[in-house]
């Protein structure tokens, strides 16, 4: 059981508040299960050493491993230039050296996850963060802050009309090799807001929370509790579970 967990608040511009206290709320809840974590918080946070803490996590799983990767921080977009993203915009997560031109896109991770994950090992991955194209969307409340750096960062290709704004809560995807919990949909945007307090990602803040409260919750299950509770507070944010049919059906971390 390893885990590899990004928080980051103190990005150059557009910085935010919940992202430090949702890498930590995590890393107590993942240790509580029996996970080894590596945490990468702020200044830590680089392209560089997410990718490596990625290589880390993958690196020596046997059969039956389970692995967990958390990202708490900005997404943002930029131009799709191979052609497989139906709007044409890749959807990137935001390393602290975003401003220096560093990101990660959706297709780095997927080629990752390709390359590095071996048969019958359970990768969970949580991504607290949106990918809308703006910073300003208007939210359920004021008090509510988007996790969003404005984009597309590139000049390029011509948006293309989302078609599918549907709401789906779980997508079953066949033969994905990981299971996918994101804190909205790709044309949406992820919020924090003080929580008790603390300024937290809504999203995250109910996942934890549910995996400690409901133990032997499925998947399907777990996703519409977190659905319903973060759509109490923003209406606008649609949590999201891509896996297969069998991992829909199972518990967390299996």
């Known amino acids: 059981k390893k885990a590899l967990i990004v928080g980051i608040n103190a990005?150059?511009?557009?910085?935010?508040?919940g992202c430090v206290n949702d890498a930590n709320d995590w890393n107590a809840t993942l240790a509580n299960l029996g996970y080894t974590n590596t945490i990468l918080l702020d200044s830590m946070a680089t392209k560089s050493n997410i990718i490596n803490g990625l290589n880390w996590l993958f690196d020596g799983s046997v059969s039956g491993d389970s692995l967990v990767f958390c990202y708490s921080g900005h997404g943002s977009k930029v131009v799709d230039t191979s052609g497989d993203e139906v709007n044409g915009f890749d959807e990137v997560l935001c390393s602290v050296d975003f401003f220096s031109?560093?990101?990660i896109t959706d297709d780095e991770?997927?080629?990752?996850?390709?390359t590095k994950i071996k048969p019958d090992v359970t990768l969970d991955v949580f991504l607290d963060s949106?990918?809308?194209?703006?910073?300003?969307?208007?939210?359920?409340?004021?008090e509510l802050k988007a996790r969003c750096i404005p984009g597309p960062i590139t000049a390029g290709r011509k948006t293309?009309?989302?078609?599918?704004?549907?709401?789906?809560?779980?997508t079953v995807v066949p033969n994905l090799n990981h299971v996918l919990w994101s804190g909205c949909k790709e044309d949406q945007t992820s919020a924090e807001a003080m929580v008790g307090g603390i300024p937290r990602g809504l999203f995250t803040y109910f996942m934890a929370k549910y995996i400690r409260q409901y133990p032997t919750y499925l998947r399907?299950?777990?996703?519409?509790?977190?659905?319903?509770?973060v759509r109490s507070l923003n209406s606008n944010q649609?949590?999201?579970?891509?896996c297969t049919q069998l991992e829909s059906s199972q518990k967390p971390f299996t």
């Open 160 to 170: 293309k009309r989302i078609i599918d704004m549907i709401s789906k809560l779980v």
């Open 220 to 229: 399907s299950a777990l996703a519409t509790k977190v659905q319903t509770s």
């Open 11 to 17: 990005y150059p511009q557009y910085p935010l508040n």
């Open 130 to 142: 949106c990918y809308s194209g703006t910073a300003t969307r208007a939210l359920a409340s004021s």
């Open 109 to 114: 991770l997927r080629n990752l996850f390709a």
């Open 238 to 242: 649609y949590p999201q579970l891509e």
């Open 101 to 103: 031109g560093n990101y």
